[in-house]
């Protein structure tokens, strides 16, 4: 598998496109950021430039590649005012596979070992994480991955007439290794 994870330096309009098409395709919107409402879930903003370049003020973003085309992303903030625990030196990570052909293929797996062996060289020594519950295809990966289940915050994000909770899962990092613990 040719596969390539390239950090995202300096934002063109087709790399925005990319995200643009992921924010809004159906079967992503629900998992890529929380909605209070069906209005908030119907809702569509342009993804810009300018919005990846403000995103690079606090985010490490890293491109995904799979056979030469841009197939998802994924970034890590550190001690993000967001963090379930507050406990200095975290970093907040997402994964968003947007194109359907990169799904069920081991490419979530393998992006979360890259992001956690950057994580490690900026000598941070624990992740955490938010998961909606309805997503069990990647709880499923982050408890493969090591991930422990923190909290659930209640009424989080909606999708499906409901609301759903939010689960917080966290990893502390074995320095000096580039493989999962």
Excluded at 22 to 39: F, G, N, S
Excluded at 76 to 91: C, F, M, N, S
Excluded at 158 to 166: F, G, P, S
Aim: aromatic share 12%; net charge negative.
């Amino acid at each position: 598998m040719d596969l390539k994870f390239i950090k995202l330096t300096e934002p063109t309009a087709a790399i925005a496109e990319h995200f643009e098409r992921w924010e809004y395709d159906p079967k992503l919107i629900p998992l890529i950021r929380p909605h209070h409402d069906r209005a908030s879930l119907e809702t569509y903003e342009p993804v810009t430039m300018k919005d990846l370049e403000q995103r690079l003020e606090h985010d490490q973003i890293y491109l995904i590649y799979l056979q030469g085309q841009l197939v998802g992303e994924m970034d890590y903030q550190i001690d993000p005012r967001h963090l379930y625990k507050k406990e200095t030196g975290t970093a907040w990570i997402g994964i968003v596979l947007g194109e359907e052909a990169a799904r069920g293929k081991g490419i979530g797996y393998l992006a979360l070992q890259y992001l956690e062996k950057e994580i490690r060289q900026q000598g941070l020594q624990r992740v955490e994480l938010g998961v909606f519950e309805f997503n069990t295809v990647a709880i499923k990966l982050y408890q493969k991955a090591g991930y422990n289940e923190i909290a659930r915050i209640p009424n989080f994000t909606y999708w499906q007439d409901k609301l759903w909770q939010d689960i917080r899962m966290e990893k502390y990092l074995e320095h000096g290794t580039d493989r999962i613990v």
